[in-house]
């Protein structure tokens, strides 16, 4: 499999090239283009067998449509038998795609909305975060990303990776992924009157060792501007 | 006449170079910047008099093509004209020749030289399904156009057949044809959201922009707080 990313970072596209019998799957409504003859198969993801599985993934994907902005069912692409495909794929908004390797031991966590697409055998997990994450900014919900294969993010805005090694400190809603190395606590921006004066709101503090990938702009602050300059 | 770009991916600007007495049209409202001694004239789309003036309102009525066009003119002296859509996006500007014409998605025409002809056309039926209208606009005769797109824009070089969402079409060379069609099974129709999909064939030039407005619009309308009447 070959991944090119284009138009980055403001509009980002990934074009995946396909050898004959892989796979990518995608979140619904992200296909932009695909070479002919594709295969395409509709799921609701998730990760557990059987009737009593699927109906745990069904909740938790509809969770995850309403908790978390995601859609409900993800698509996986496979090119016609014996031959090669293509498929073209970005998200809804606008910004930069992360393209992440798992290698079978770091495992990744993904802000609930974050997930694009994935290929190779790899595990998405959807995590309430506790009740402090109910306060950080982007949804309750977290993307357990473990296995080996391939993974795409969305974002909104340009993405900064930052190897955090001590502690750092990230708004809540930039925050777009972290590797398990890190683990975080959420606390105000300092004292009650900073907290609630300074506009920075509640902060994300880690700690440890990983990689941490944060967003350039947030969802959040896009609404906020847009909401009150529309016509009534 | 020459276009040129700027700014470009993610708010391009184009900067329109006439020689002297040559004219560029541009979709009304796109003018960002002009030399002094450059005229514009404003016409309506669908002619002179009073004819082309009902069947242009006519037209800007029920199909939501524009009104007017303007027409920018360097008098005696070379001079430069700018233009910009109102979305965020690439600009990409195509060669006309006779013989090959250019098929655009409606919201997707910004300027072109006056040597070349500017059509809304009636889609047929299938274009209703194609996600931007049932009408596009056929460009033919010689010359350069530019176009604009939400988000950058990918060129394909079509030869066979590709498939392409149809949120997501800028323009197409006229050696190509198309299909509206479902994607998969009728259960990939109703939950994949892809919903219908464009089938390209032949062998031509398909532009592609890596956004979709709709989408956009439903992902952040859906965010936003109800207003309040």
């Known amino acids: ?232 | 006449m020459q276009f040129r770009k700027e700014l470009g991916p993610a708010y391009t600007l184009c900067i329109c170079h006439l020689d002297p007495n040559e004219q560029v049209m541009a979709e009304s409202g796109a003018m960002v910047t002009q030399d002094a001694h450059v005229q514009m004239q404003t016409s309506a789309t669908q002619g002179k008099g009073v004819g082309g003036f009902l069947k242009a309102i006519g037209r800007s009525m029920f199909l939501g093509e524009s009104f007017f066009r303007n027409t920018f003119t360097a008098v005696n002296a070379p001079g430069e004209v700018s233009f910009a859509p109102a979305l965020p996006g690439d600009i990409v500007t195509y060669e006309l020749v006779p013989g090959k014409d250019l098929i655009i998605q409606q919201t997707s025409y910004l300027a072109s030289t006056t040597s070349v002809e500017i059509q809304t056309k009636w889609g047929g039926f299938k274009s209703m399904f194609s996600g931007e209208g049932a009408f596009w606009i056929r460009a033919y005769g010689q010359g350069p156009v530019a176009l604009t797109a939400f988000g950058g824009i990918k060129e394909v070089d079509v030869d066979g057949a590709f498939v392409i969402d149809t949120g997501h079409i800028v323009a197409f060379e006229s050696t190509l044809s198309y299909q509206v069609k479902r994607v998969g099974s009728w259960f990939s129709t109703f939950f994949s959201a892809e919903g219908l999909v464009c089938r390209f064939s032949g062998k031509g030039k398909l532009f592609m922009q890596t956004r979709n407005p709709l989408e956009f619009g439903r992902n952040v309308g859906s965010k936003l707080p109800p207003r309040s009447n």
């Open chain 1, 1 to 232: 499999m070959q991944c090119t990313i284009e138009c980055n970072p403001a509009y980002a596209m990934a074009t995946v090239d396909l050898e004959p019998g892989e796979t990518v799957t995608v979140e619904a409504g992200s296909m932009v283009g695909m070479s002919d003859g594709m295969q395409i198969k509709t799921t609701i993801g998730g990760t557990r067998t059987g009737f009593f599985g699927f109906l745990i993934n069904f909740a938790l994907a509809f969770l995850r449509k309403f908790i978390g902005g995601e859609t409900l069912f993800v698509n996986a692409y496979t090119p016609p038998a014996g031959q090669r495909g293509r498929l073209m794929f970005a998200p809804a908004l606008a910004g930069d795609i992360i393209h992440y390797k798992l290698d079978g031991q770091r495992r990744l966590m993904v802000q609930g909305s974050g997930y694009l697409a994935s290929a190779g055998n790899v595990l998405v997990r959807t995590k309430f975060g506790g009740m402090k994450s109910l306060f950080s900014g982007e949804g309750a919900f977290w993307l357990e990303v473990s296995g080996t294969g391939d993974l795409w993010v969305n974002c909104y805005g340009a993405i900064h990776e930052i190897e955090v090694d001590g502690r750092f400190i990230v708004d809540t809603g930039h925050v777009l992924a972290f590797e398990t190395g890190l683990t975080y606590a959420i606390k105000g921006a300092g004292g009650l009157k900073q907290t609630l004066l300074s506009g920075e709101g509640l902060t994300m503090h880690f700690s440890g060792k990983g990689k941490l990938f944060i967003q350039s702009r947030t969802v959040g602050g896009l609404v906020h501007w847009i909401a009150p300059r529309l016509p009534a």
